[in-house]
């Protein structure tokens, strides 16, 4: 009788027609590398959970199952959302908001901006600071330039 739902070691099926020596296995066991001691303790755990290092600090919470809740050095604002969401403080500097979208914070940039396009949402348009060549055009008369920018924070305007 064959046993075909059997799997060896490395998950390949195998039926009793196969040999499995035993000295080979003994040959395997003796080449394997000898056991690491460990120099230092475990982590401390919370019930099951491992936690880290000592120098983990904790709080009392009144969460469910006695979740451990980490001390934080955030810097937080009061904040309506739901479920007391936090909100961190940003050195990110808001000169205005976009109303028409839920009041989306703008951003202070240095682009310098000629003007806005409003066909595609007010798109800003900045002035130009790239060298254009005047050899090479692409289709529809579009200018080709340098793809080197200089600094990162020229592009970085550009990102919403």
């Known amino acids: 009788?064959?046993?075909?739902?059997?799997?060896?070691?490395?998950?390949?099926?195998?039926?009793?027609r196969d040999?499995?020596?035993?000295?080979?296995?003994?040959?395997?066991?003796?080449?394997?590398?000898?056991?690491?001691?460990?120099?230092?303790?475990?982590?401390?755990?919370y019930g099951n959970r491992p936690v880290g290092e000592d120098t983990v600090k904790f709080i009392e919470s009144d969460l469910p199952n006695n979740r451990p809740v980490e001390v934080s050095h955030l810097s937080l604002v009061q904040s309506n959302l739901p479920k007391h969401r936090p909100v961190e403080t940003s050195g990110l500097k808001v000169v205005g908001t976009v109303a028409a979208y839920g009041a989306r914070p703008v951003s202070a940039s240095n682009l310098?901006?000629?003007?806005?396009?409003?066909?595609?949402?007010?798109?800003?348009?900045?002035?130009n600071?790239?060298?254009?060549?005047?050899?090479?055009?692409?289709?529809?008369?579009?200018?080709?330039?340098?793809?080197?920018?200089?600094?990162?924070?020229?592009?970085m305007g550009y990102l919403d």
Do not use: C, F, Y
């Open 1 to 16: 009788m064959s046993n075909r739902n059997v799997t060896d070691t490395n998950n390949r099926a195998r039926d009793d």
């Open 129 to 155: 600071t790239l060298d254009i060549t005047t050899s090479d055009w692409l289709p529809s008369n579009r200018p080709m330039a340098s793809n080197d920018l200089g600094e990162d924070s020229n592009l």
């Open 112 to 127: 310098e901006v000629v003007e806005t396009i409003t066909l595609s949402g007010h798109r800003p348009v900045t002035a």
């Open 19 to 45: 040999e499995v020596r035993l000295d080979d296995r003994d040959d395997r066991e003796q080449r394997a590398l000898p056991a690491v001691v460990r120099k230092r303790p475990l982590a401390p755990t």
